[in-house]
C-alpha cells in the first residue's frame, strides 16, 4: 500500500519497519513530528527527553543494550548532543544507532544556518541524505541495516523542505528485531584513554571500509541522459535541479554524503566538459572534488552559501536560461511578520518589561518574538538556556548597580532544556540576577509537546510534575515569586521588588498558552465610549487590536477574550462582551 507521507512521518515509518525499540528526543522544528509520528506505534518506547544530550545517551543506552534506538533533533540540538556523539563514533554500536538531524536552510525557525555534514565528517560517522519521502523511508530502514553491519551510528540527514513536503511511500510491515546480545565489554565501552586509543584504530579502518562501500553503494547513483554537462548533488538540492534541468544534463546522485566516493566522483567528473556541484549551505562536496584534483568543477563560485536554493536560480546558473521565481499573484499580499498570538501569556510580561525600560537577556521560544515592534523587549537572543548565563556574565562584566535594570527570562521547557545550570552557577559564583521563567505549561513554539514541567508523558500519560518553586529553592534561590503576568499591577510590582533585591531571585510567569485545548477564554472585548484614543493599548502588539479611521478597534475575529487590554487601558475604554 502506498500512502502520501511528510518526510518526518516517513523517517518515522521507517524506524517502525526497521523494528527499532527506544526512540528519544527534544522537540525542534523541523524534526519535531519524527518523534510524534513514532508515539502513534505502541510497539515502540518514546519519550521527550529533557534536551539532545539526554536523548542521545538514553538512545547509546538503548543501542548497547541490544535494542534499535534512535534520537532526532534539529540542526542547533546537534550542538546540544555532541559530546556523547563524538564518544559513541568511538564504541561503536550493539543494537543499530540511528540519529536523524534536520537542517533548516534558510532559517525558517533557527538562529543559524549551520551545515550538519561536518558533524559527520567531525565525529567520523557515516551519514545518509534522502531527498523525498520515500527515500526518507528507505533510508532510515537502511541505516539501521549498515549501522550493525558497519558497528557505528549513522546520521539521516533532512532539511526543511524534504522534512515538510509530502510524497508517495510504499508502507511495509514491521520486522521485530530479536535484541542483540548484552555482553559486558569495557574494552569496547568503556571510552578510558587506554581503550579509545585503540577504539579510534577501529574507527579509521570503518572509515575506509564505508569509502569502499560509497564507490558501489546503491545510494550514489549516476543518471546518464547523454550531455556534456554533469551536476552532482543530493537530498533537496538534487529535486530542485532535476525540476530545473530536466533531462538536459547528466547527474551523480549522492545519497551517502559521509564518507563520499573517490574514484566513482573522479570517473563521473572525467565525462563532462563542466560539472557544476549543487549543494545548500556549505560546499562539502564541492570541497571534496576539488581535493580529488578535479579541475572542471563548478559550485560556490556559481552559487550563495546563503539560504535555500530555488530551481530558477540553478537554471539561470547551469544553462543561462531565465525562470520565474514564483507565480505571480494579480493583486499585492500584505507582509505578515511572525506575532505572539492574541491571548498569549508572554505579552504582558513583555509589555511591563518595556515600560520599565529593563535590559532583558532573551532565550529559544515563542517569547523570542518579545523583540520585534512594539513590545521590543528582549536585548539578546543566542541559544537554549543561555538567557541565564549570559545574564550572570553581563552582571559581572558591568558591575552590581547593572543588576537592577537587567533580567532573563526563559521559557519552562527550555529552563529545564539547559536553564538550571545556568542559575545553579548564579547562586554557586555568588550573582545577583532576577530570573523569569515563563511558565506558559508546555513547549509552545514547536507545537505543545510536553515537558517535565507539565505532568504528562510524550503519549499524555500521567507521571511526575517538577515542582519549579521547590527546584529553584533546592538550587539556593530563596526568593522564588509566582505571579499572573496578565495582573499588570501586581507584576509589575513584584519585577520592580525582585530586580532590586541584593540576592538572585526567581519570577514565575505563570499563565497558560492561550491555544491549549483546556485554556477557554470566551467572548471578544470592545471599545466603549470611554475611549480618549490615547492608543496605550496598541502598545501591546495584540493582533486582534488595530486602528482604523485613527480610531482603535478590536477584531472580534482575532480577539479571543482573555482580557489582557482590559489591565492596560488607563480610562476604563475597553470592556468584555460574551458571545
Keep these: 500500500m502506498k500512502k502520501l507521507l511528510l518526510g518526518n512521518a516517513a523517517v518515522a515509518r521507517g524506524a517502525f519497519e526497521a523494528g527499532v525499540n527506544v526512540v528519544a528526543s527534544y522537540p525542534g522544528t523541523p524534526s519535531t513530528e519524527i518523534t510524534e509520528e513514532i508515539v502513534k506505534f505502541n510497539e515502540v518506547y518514546a519519550e521527550w527527553s529533557p534536551n539532545e544530550k539526554v536523548a542521545a545517551e538514553v538512545a547509546i543506552g538503548a543501542s548497547i543494550a541490544g535494542g534499535r534506538a534512535m534520537s532526532c533533533m534539529k540542526h542547533v540540538g546537534l550542538n546540544v548532543m555532541a559530546d556523547p556523539v563524538f564518544t559513541v563514533s568511538y564504541t561503536g554500536v550493539n543494537g543499530g544507532l540511528v540519529f536523524c538531524v534536520a537542517d533548516d536552510p534558510g532559517m525558517h525557525s533557527s538562529q543559524n544556518e549551520q551545515d550538519s555534514r561536518h558533524y559527520a565528517k567531525a565525529s567520523k560517522i557515516m551519514m545518509l541524505e534522502p531527498s523525498d519521502s520515500s527515500e526518507c523511508k528507505e533510508f532510515t530502514k537502511a541505516a539501521f541495516e549498515l549501522s550493525e553491519a558497519f558497528d557505528t551510528p549513522v546520521f539521516v540527514r533532512l532539511s526543511t523542505r524534504v522534512s515538510h513536503s509530502q510524497s508517495l511511500v510504499e508502507l511495509n510491515d514491521r520486522v521485530e528485531i530479536p535484541l542483540k546480545e548484552y555482553e559486558k565489554n569495557p574494552a569496547k565501552y568503556v571510552m578510558?584513554?587506554?581503550?579509545?586509543?585503540?577504539?579510534?584504530?577501529?574507527?579509521?579502518?570503518?572509515?575506509?571500509?564505508?569509502?569502499?562501500?560509497?564507490?558501489?553503494?546503491?545510494?550514489?547513483?549516476?543518471?546518464?541522459?547523454?550531455?556534456?554537462?554533469?551536476?552532482?548533488?543530493?537530498?533537496?538540492?538534487?529535486?530542485?535541479?532535476?525540476?530545473?534541468?530536466?533531462?538536459?544534463?547528466?547527474?551523480?546522485?549522492?545519497?551517502?554524503?559521509?564518507?563520499?566516493?573517490?574514484?566513482?566522483?573522479?570517473?563521473?567528473?572525467?565525462?563532462?566538459?563542466?560539472?557544476?556541484?549543487?549543494?545548500?549551505?556549505?560546499?562539502?562536496?564541492?570541497?571534496h572534488c576539488k581535493a580529488l584534483g578535479i579541475t572542471n568543477i563548478k559550485g560556490k563560485d556559481e552559487f550563495t552559501l546563503l539560504g535555500e536554493y530555488t530551481p530558477a536560480m540553478i537554471k539561470k546558473a547551469v544553462l543561462d536560461e531565465n525562470a520565474p521565481e514564483s507565480i505571480a499573484l494579480g493583486e499585492a499580499i500584505p507582509m505578515r511578520p511572525p506575532v505572539m498570538c492574541a491571548g498569549c501569556p508572554h505579552r504582558g510580561t513583555f509589555y511591563v518589561l518595556k515600560k520599565l525600560g529593563l535590559v532583558v537577556s532573551g532565550d529559544i521560544g515563542c517569547y523570542t518574538l518579545g523583540a520585534v515592534a512594539p513590545l521590543q523587549s528582549v536585548d539578546t537572543t543566542i541559544c537554549m538556556g543561555a538567557s541565564v548565563s549570559a545574564a550572570h556574565g553581563m552582571a559581572k562584566a558591568r558591575g552590581a548597580e547593572f543588576n537592577k535594570k537587567l533580567v532573563s527570562v526563559i521559557g519552562d521547557s527550555t529552563f529545564m532544556h539547559s536553564g538550571i545550570t545556568g542559575l545553579v552557577d548564579i547562586v554557586y559564583n555568588k550573582g545577583n540576577n532576577t530570573v523569569i521563567i515563563l511558565d506558559n505549561s508546555i513547549t509552545g513554539m514547536t507545537g505543545h509537546q510536553q515537558n517535565p514541567t507539565t505532568g504528562y508523558t510524550i503519549r499524555g500519560e500521567e507521571t511526575k510534575q517538577v515542582n519549579l518553586i521547590a527546584l529553584c529553592k533546592s538550587i539556593g534561590i530563596d526568593n522564588v515569586v509566582v505571579c499572573d503576568p496578565f495582573d499588570i499591577k501586581a507584576f509589575e510590582k513584584v519585577v520592580k521588588e525582585e530586580v532590586n533585591r541584593e540576592e538572585p531571585s526567581v519570577i514565575i510567569a505563570q499563565r497558560p498558552c492561550a491555544l491549549l485545548k483546556t485554556v477557554k477564554y470566551t467572548g471578544h472585548c470592545k471599545i466603549n465610549d470611554n475611549c480618549r484614543n490615547c492608543k496605550m493599548c496598541m502598545k501591546l502588539g495584540c493582533p486582534a487590536i488595530t486602528i482604523k479611521n485613527d480610531k482603535v478597534v478590536i477584531d472580534n475575529t482575532q480577539c479571543n477574550g482573555c482580557g489582557l487590554c482590559l489591565n492596560v487601558c488607563p480610562f476604563g475604554a475597553i470592556e468584555k462582551e460574551e458571545a
Design 192 to 287: 578510558m584513554p587506554a581503550n579509545a586509543v585503540k577504539r579510534h584504530v577501529d574507527v579509521e579502518k570503518r572509515i575506509a571500509d564505508l569509502t569502499n562501500f560509497a564507490e558501489t553503494s546503491e545510494f550514489n547513483t549516476v543518471e546518464n541522459n547523454g550531455s556534456k554537462i554533469g551536476v552532482i548533488s543530493a537530498g533537496i538540492a538534487y529535486m530542485y535541479a532535476k525540476e530545473a534541468l530536466g533531462d538536459s544534463v547528466d547527474y551523480l546522485k549522492l545519497g551517502m554524503v559521509y564518507p563520499l566516493p573517490e574514484k566513482k566522483i573522479v570517473d563521473f567528473a572525467k565525462n563532462y566538459d563542466v560539472v557544476y556541484v549543487i549543494e545548500e549551505l556549505d560546499p562539502i562536496i564541492e570541497s
